[in-house]
Nanobody, 115 residues
Framework: QVQLVESGGGLVQAGGSLRLSCAASGMILRFNTAGWYRQAPGKQRELVAAITSGRSTNYADSVKGRFAISRDNAKNTAYLQMNSLKPEDTARYYC?????????WGQGTQVTVSS
């Protein structure tokens, strides 16, 4: 089975940057979609960014121009570069993969942005 492990979360001042990483292991089909979701207390989980195996991307309106998703297939890793962070970005961030007709989730990594 596929396993996803996130890293890179932490505390940062408003206006700062963080880079999240998602390392995948297991059998992953060539054609797949990876993404980052986030969930804050009292809020539903929302899609932040997604990237296909062809490197087509999509972003939530709230992060366009500030966040960038990328992937390195040779390293089986996806990234989320987060710049100009705002307190509203505070949430637990989850890596997601859709492959072989199934959804896979990481355990999440906490991002806290102070004002």
């Amino acid at each position: 089975q596929v396993q996803l492990v996130e890293s890179g979360g932490g505390l940062v001042q408003a206006g700062g940057s963080l880079r999240l990483s998602c390392a995948a292991s297991g059998m992953i089909l060539r054609f797949n979609t990876a993404g980052w979701y986030r969930q804050a207390p009292g809020k539903q989980r929302e899609l932040v960014a997604a990237i296909t195996s062809g490197r087509s991307t999509n972003y939530a309106d709230s992060v366009k121009g500030r966040f960038a998703i990328s992937r390195d297939n040779a390293k089986n890793t996806a990234y989320l570069q987060m710049n100009s962070l705002k307190p509203e970005d505070t949430a637990r961030y989850y890596c997601h993969l859709f492959s072989s007709g199934r959804d896979y989730w990481g355990q999440g990594t906490q991002v806290t942005v102070s004002s």
